[in-house]
């Protein structure tokens, strides 16, 4: 049954790959940014491609004028493949990238099964299913081509290995991830913290902390040095925190430039707050982990639930492909509920911003854009906001309960 389930998984995802990329402009600025390192030895990620001079498909990036902000991984990764396909045709190119996300999806179906085969295997086909037939998830890897299916596809190679008691392998992975794309550095710590608690000794502990942590340092070390600039380009990660989204941090900072407070303090206010809280709540999943090593699955699903819901200003509906991952492992029973139904309003803001924005420009533009923006937050959060307050409720043991 497994198979029936990915192998029909994979065959929507193939009809999929041939739409055209309308819901992200990504996936052309994943070939901008390789072109610029294969054929030009320009670091996307500090080198703008407005910058660069002859590029083939540089005019097509929605994002002419600032750096990439993916990994170091991913821009070789992505030089790579255009490499392979050379310059000659963008849709050629756009199709390797759309194919490696769908490999990528189906690696992640396979390592879901294998994961849970071991840990609940009553669950196993389950599991794939929620993942693999996910509609969010076959869009957007299959029709947008996104690189999270990668980072995701390298994060849960990494649970493998730490399930499987591989501590340094398990590091390895989830660097790799994070060098596909900066968030997946979010889940290294909780199951570095996890993987030296379950070490049966107090030295053994500190060894894998430190040597994992160290390993990870320099793993992400090399990969920046590997490219051209690369010390700038790290000094160019944050180059895009200024954008906002519809987001629960976006609602505060345009609500608190309608009292009068300017832009850029508004913004920073907003960052601000947003980055407390996430750190105050990562700060307790890192400890309720070092309690509790076994349950760090349902730690890091709470982390990444807690950012998508409430704390990040820049929020995509293909992020939420990452919780539907997690989700598919069963951190705990309502987990792939909730994230199904979030993956379901997630989709609903591309029908916010491409047809009821262009139809009522008018008050979407009310408030410096706040009009569509309370839009695309009720439709895109209303819902989940109300089961996670729901399942918070119905729990004797309370929050913590909820990602158990």
Request: aromatic residues 12%.
């Amino acid at each position: 049954m497994a198979l029936l389930v990915m192998v029909g998984g994979r065959m929507l995802a193939l009809l999929l790959g041939f739409a055209y990329p309308i819901g992200a402009n990504d996936v052309v600025n994943y070939v901008a940014y390789g072109e610029a390192l294969a054929f030009h030895g320009e670091n996307p990620l500090a080198v703008p491609l407005a910058e660069i001079d002859g590029l083939a498909f540089g005019r097509y990036s929605g994002y002419r004028s600032e750096p990439s902000h993916y990994g170091p991984l991913w821009t070789w990764v992505s030089a790579g493949l255009v490499r392979m396909m050379g310059t000659g045709s963008l849709a050629a190119n756009l199709l390797a990238f759309k194919g490696l996300a769908i490999l990528a999806y189906g690696a992640q179906a396979v390592l879901i099964y294998a994961i849970l085969r071991r840990k609940k295997p009553a669950l196993a086909v389950a599991g794939v299913l929620a993942f693999a037939w996910n509609p969010l998830v076959l869009y957007e890897f299959a029709v947008n081509g996104h690189n999270d299916a990668v980072m995701m596809a390298l994060a849960l190679l990494g649970i493998f290995f730490w399930d499987r008691g591989r501590p340094f392998l398990m590091v390895l992975a989830l660097t790799l991830s994070m060098l596909i794309k900066i968030p997946g550095a979010l889940l290294l710590p909780l199951f570095l913290v996890a993987s030296a608690r379950e070490q049966g000794s107090r030295r053994s502990r500190w060894t894998t902390l430190l040597g994992g942590g160290l390993m990870a340092l320099g793993l992400a070390g090399l990969a920046y040095l590997s490219l051209p600039q690369g010390f700038e380009a790290v000094l160019k990660l944050v180059s895009r925190s200024d954008l906002f989204t519809h987001s629960l941090p976006a609602l505060a900072n345009l609500a608190l430039q309608l009292t009068g407070m300017d832009q850029v303090t508004a913004q920073n206010l907003t960052k601000a707050l947003a980055l407390a809280v996430l750190g105050a709540w990562y700060a307790l999943q890192l400890a309720r982990t070092w309690r509790a090593p076994a349950s760090v699955l349902g730690h890091s699903y709470a982390v990444i639930l807690f950012l998508l819901l409430l704390a990040t200003p820049w929020f995509q509906p293909w992020y939420v492909t990452w919780l539907v991952a997690l989700a598919s492992l069963y951190p705990h029973p309502a987990a792939p509920a909730q994230a199904g139904l979030f993956s379901s309003t997630a989709l609903t803001s591309y029908l916010v911003y491409g047809f009821v924005w262009l139809w009522y420009a008018r008050i979407g533009n009310w408030g410096k854009t706040l009009g569509v923006t309370l839009v695309a937050v009720g439709t895109t959060y209303l819902v989940p906001w109300a089961y996670t307050v729901w399942l918070w409720l119905r729990r004797k043991d309370g929050p913590a309960a909820v990602s158990s």
